[in-house]
């Protein structure tokens, strides 16, 4: 079975950096999309960045020019690398992953494979 491992969050200053971890673990043929949900407590879910089906990459306009979305292919793993970080982007950050697999008979599709959150703080 495929998991999502996620790591990197904290506590860190306005003005500061995090990089976010997303580990997919199992026989992963292709990752078809993959990308970073955030909520706040009392906020709607936003998606924050994103590889679509194609290739491209898509930012929230409240994110774009300060984070960046990538991967590592040959570690299964995909990145967001978040700069001059502010308050209002305090939330739990999740992964998501749409991708093919080896389920230890067949490959076969999966597309709601989340990671378990991480704790992003911005504060002074």
């Known amino acids: 079975q495929v998991q999502l491992v996620e790591s990197g969050g904290g506590l860190v200053q306005p003005g500061g950096s995090l990089r976010l971890s997303c580990a997919a673990s199992g026989d992963i043929l292709s990752v078809i999309a993959a990308g970073w949900y955030r909520q706040a407590p009392g906020k709607q879910r936003e998606l924050v960045a994103a590889?679509?089906?194609?290739?491209?990459?898509n930012y929230a306009p409240s994110v774009e020019g300060r984070f960046t979305i990538s991967r590592d292919n040959a570690k299964n793993t995909v990145y967001l690398q978040m700069n001059s970080l502010k308050p209002e982007d305090t939330a739990i950050y999740y992964c998501?992953?749409?991708?093919?697999?080896?389920?230890?008979?067949?490959?076969?599709?999966?597309?709601?494979?989340w990671g378990q959150g991480t704790q992003v703080t911005v504060s002074s």
């Open positions: 998501y992953a749409d991708l093919t697999y080896y389920n230890g008979a067949l490959y076969v599709r999966g597309n709601d494979f």
């Open positions: 590889f679509t089906s194609g290739g491209r990459t």
